[in-house]
C-alpha cells in the first residue's frame, strides 16, 4: 500500500514545531462565541456526542453551581487498534493545545489539564514550553488500559486516583475534577475546534486509523477523510477483503460488500448499525478466521473490564471462553452460541460504563458476519490457515 | 409521586435481598445480580421498596423520583414488563 495522502489539515508537515504551527495555521485570534464556532461539530472520542452542547452543558453547570469550571484534553487512546489520537498529538500538538485554550477561555476554566499516554507527554512538554504555557496546563499521563480514555475514568486518574470509570451519577459535566464541572474533550475535536476557530471547515473531517494487509504483513496507518466519503474510496479493499472492522474493540465488523458503499458519516454508518468510534477501519485479509480474531480481541476485553460491575465481570470472560471454543474447528458443544446471546443479553446497559455494551455489540456483529466460517468450524475445518498470526492487534497477545 | 428504582452497578455486590423482598419488579440474573422491571414504581409498592432499600447491604438499590427522561435515557429505555438493568442518566458524557 502507498503512503496516505496526508492533508495538511491536522496532521500537518510532521514538524511538531510552534514556528511550523505558526506558518501553517497562523495565530490564533479570539472567538467570541465558540460554541456557534462548533455547531456542526461531532466529538472525536468515540461517543460522536456533539461539541457545542456538551460545551454549553458545561457552561451551565458551571453557572447553576456558582464554581469554575474544569477543561480535560483526553488524549488517553486505549483502543489497541487505535492510532490516530497518539498520531495527532505528535505531529500537531499546538492545535491540540490551541483547543484547549479555545475552550479553557469560553468556560472561564481555572484548571487545565491533557491527559495522554505516557511516550506522549514528553512532546508535549516541550510545546508547552514553546507556547509559555508550562504553568497553565497540567500533563497527566494514563495508563496504558482499555478503558483509561473513559471519561469518568479518566477524571479519577486526573484526580490522583486509579482510573477507573464511576457511575454516571452525577455526570462529569457536573461534578468532575476535584467535584466541580468539567468538560472532557478528546484531542482530535480540541485540535478541530482550533481550526473552526480560524475559520476553516474543520467539522467535515475525521481522523481514522487504517489497518490493511500488505505484502510484508499488516500496515497501520493514519489518515484525514472527509466524512461524506465512502468507506471503499478512503481503506483499501482487494478481492479478499473477508470483512471489515469499523470503529474498534467496542465497534462492528460488517461484510465487505457492506462496507463499501457505506458513507462515513454518523447517518451512514448508522444504516448498517456501526459508527466511527474510536476511527478505526480494518480490513480483514482473507487468510485470516474471523471468529479467532473476535475470539482473541473479546478475551482481551474481558481481561480489560475494571471488574466493578458483576454483569460485566461475571459475563465477558464467559462469552470470551465460549468464542475461545467456537474459534476451533469441531462441534461445538450444544447450546454454546444461545448462551453468548443470553450472556450478551444480560450485560448490556448493566454496568457503570459502556465496556459490556460495546464489547456485545461487537460479539453480536461477529456473529452475523461470521456465520459462514462459524458452519465451517461446526463442520470441522477453518478459513485460516493454521500457522497464521492474528491480525488485530492485542496488548499481550499470546491468545 | 412516581418513583423509579436504580441499581449502582458498582456497589452492587449481588446480595440479592432486593430480589427477596421486592420480587414484584426484581429478579436475579444467573450470577445473583438485580434485574429491575422498567419503568416507573407501580403503585402500591412504595413501602415495599423502601424496605428493600434499607435493607441492601451494599447501599446499592437506590428509589428515584422518576425525572422527566433525557432523550438518551429514553431511547435506553426498555417497555414496561421488560426487564432491564439499571437505567442511568446518559446525557452528555
Request: aromatic share 2%; charged share 20%.
Amino acid at each position: 500500500m502507498s503512503a496516505p495522502p496526508l492533508t495538511r489539515g491536522l496532521l500537518g508537515t510532521g514538524d511538531p514545531s510552534l514556528a511550523a504551527h505558526l506558518a501553517a495555521h497562523g495565530p490564533l485570534t479570539a472567538v467570541p462565541d465558540l460554541a456557534g464556532v462548533a455547531a456542526d461539530l461531532t466529538g472525536r472520542g468515540g461517543a460522536g456526542f456533539p461539541a457545542a452542547r456538551k460545551l454549553r452543558a458545561v457552561a451551565e453547570a458551571a453557572r447553576a453551581a456558582g464554581t469554575t469550571a474544569v477543561v480535560v484534553g483526553n488524549g488517553g487512546e486505549g483502543e489497541p487498534a487505535a492510532a490516530k489520537d497518539a498520531t495527532l498529538l505528535s505531529r500537531s500538538p499546538h492545535l491540540v493545545l490551541d483547543g484547549l485554550q479555545l475552550a479553557a477561555g469560553y468556560l472561564g476554566a481555572g484548571t487545565v489539564v491533557l491527559a495522554a499516554g505516557s511516550a506522549a507527554l514528553p512532546g508535549l512538554d516541550r510545546a508547552l514550553a514553546e507556547r509559555g504555557d508550562r504553568g497553565r496546563v497540567r500533563l497527566v499521563a494514563l495508563p496504558d488500559r482499555f478503558l483509561a480514555g473513559e471519561e469518568s475514568a479518566l477524571v479519577a486518574a486526573v484526580d490522583g486516583g486509579p482510573a477507573l470509570p464511576r457511575t454516571k451519577v452525577p455526570p462529569v459535566r457536573e461534578r468532575g475534577v476535584g467535584g466541580r464541572p468539567t468538560l472532557v474533550q478528546n484531542v482530535e475535536t480540541l485540535a478541530r475546534l482550533a481550526l473552526l476557530a480560524r475559520g476553516d471547515a474543520a467539522a467535515g473531517h475525521t481522523l481514522v486509523t487504517r489497518h490493511t494487509a500488505g505484502p510484508h504483513g499488516r500496515v497501520v496507518d493514519v489518515a484525514e477523510v472527509p466524512l461524506h466519503a465512502r468507506l471503499g474510496d478512503v481503506l483499501p479493499l482487494h478481492g479478499g477483503t473477508q470483512a471489515v472492522l469499523v470503529g474498534g474493540y467496542h465497534g462492528s465488523w460488517l461484510p465487505t460488500a457492506v462496507a463499501a458503499e457505506v458513507a462515513l458519516d454518523r447517518a451512514g454508518l448508522a444504516s448498517v448499525g456501526a459508527a466511527l468510534g474510536a476511527g478505526v477501519l480494518a480490513a480483514l485479509p482473507g487468510d485470516r478466521c474471523g471468529v479467532r480474531e473476535t475470539a482473541s480481541v473479546v478475551g482481551y476485553l474481558a481481561e480489560q473490564s475494571a471488574g466493578q460491575c458483576g454483569p460485566c465481570l461475571n459475563g465477558l470472560p464467559r462469552i470470551a471462553a465460549a468464542l475461545e471454543l467456537l474459534a476451533r474447528p469441531g462441534p461445538p458443544r450444544r447450546g454454546l452460541l444461545e448462551d453468548v446471546q443470553r450472556w450478551s443479553g444480560l450485560v448490556v446497559g448493566r454496568g457503570a460504563c459502556s465496556h459490556p455494551d460495546g464489547s456485545v455489540r461487537f460479539v453480536a456483529s461477529a456473529l452475523r458476519v461470521f456465520a459462514p466460517e462459524l458452519s465451517a468450524h461446526a463442520a470441522g475445518w477453518c478459513t485460516a490457515a493454521p500457522s497464521s498470526a492474528p491480525f488485530l492487534p492485542v496488548p499481550g497477545g499470546t491468545r | 409521586m412516581s418513583e423509579r428504582l436504580r441499581v449502582d452497578p458498582i456497589a452492587c455486590t449481588g446480595h440479592g435481598a432486593c430480589a427477596d423482598l421486592l420480587p414484584e419488579v426484581v429478579r436475579l440474573d444467573e450470577w445473583g445480580y438485580p434485574l429491575l422491571t422498567a419503568g416507573e414504581l407501580p403503585a402500591g409498592l412504595h413501602r415495599p421498596a423502601r424496605r428493600a432499600v434499607a435493607a441492601c447491604p451494599a447501599r446499592a438499590l437506590l428509589l428515584e423520583r422518576a425525572s422527566t427522561p433525557g432523550p438518551r435515557t429514553a431511547a435506553r429505555q426498555a417497555l414496561p414488563g421488560q426487564l432491564t438493568g439499571s437505567t442511568q442518566d446518559r446525557g452528555p458524557q
